[in-house]
């Protein structure tokens, strides 16, 4: 597992081990000036995740996902709809994906931005779909209820699942 928070994502070698967790920060930019000394703010901020495409990588995802989040200081309600984003995108990529996938979260001017990519050779043939309506089906249904925006892009690579959350600055730093 790999957390990069920077100003664009590192491009990396890939090997077939896989490096342990470590979170990488950069210095914040963008910093609202309203924001008093030493809190740091959401404004132009980005981090990434890199994942095995794996079910059991999931709520790993999403606890990394929501401690970002509550570190840039993003209301709680804005955190709990990206979690649920993130699980839905995050299960449907190790369920239908690739090898790997990535998860960005990017803010700029008040809107958090969640990209869930599934990339790499395919582990498996595709499972053939079961009319088990009663347990599947609803993930990108909650994606887009939650979602302002959603853009699916489905590529040679793997697909890409972007969700737009409104991330409304904390009442105390709201404009007046």
């Not at 509550?70 to 369920?95: F, H, K, R, Y």
């Amino acid at each position: 597992m790999l957390l990069d928070e920077t100003a664009r994502p590192r491009a990396t070698a890939r090997t077939n081990q896989r490096p342990a967790a470590r979170p990488l920060t950069r210095p914040e930019r963008g910093a609202a000036a309203t924001a008093p000394a030493g809190h740091r703010t959401a404004a132009g901020r980005e981090a990434v995740l890199a994942l095995p495409a794996e079910v059991r990588w999931v709520p790993a995802a999403r606890r990394c996902v929501v401690a970002v989040l509550a570190q840039w200081g993003l209301p709680s309600a804005t955190c709990e709809s990206a979690e649920l984003v993130v699980g839905e995108l995050a299960a449907n990529a190790a369920e239908h994906g690739r090898h790997d996938m990535t998860i960005r979260l990017c803010t700029e001017a008040g809107v958090l931005w969640i990209s869930v990519t599934d990339s790499g050779a395919p582990v498996s043939p595709p499972a053939p779909r079961t009319p088990d309506s009663e347990e599947h089906g609803r993930g990108l249904a909650i994606v887009e209820f939650l979602a302002s925006q959603l853009r699916i892009r489905q590529g040679p690579g793997g697909r890409r699942v972007d969700a737009a959350l409104t991330a409304a600055a904390p009442p105390a730093f709201a404009a007046a």
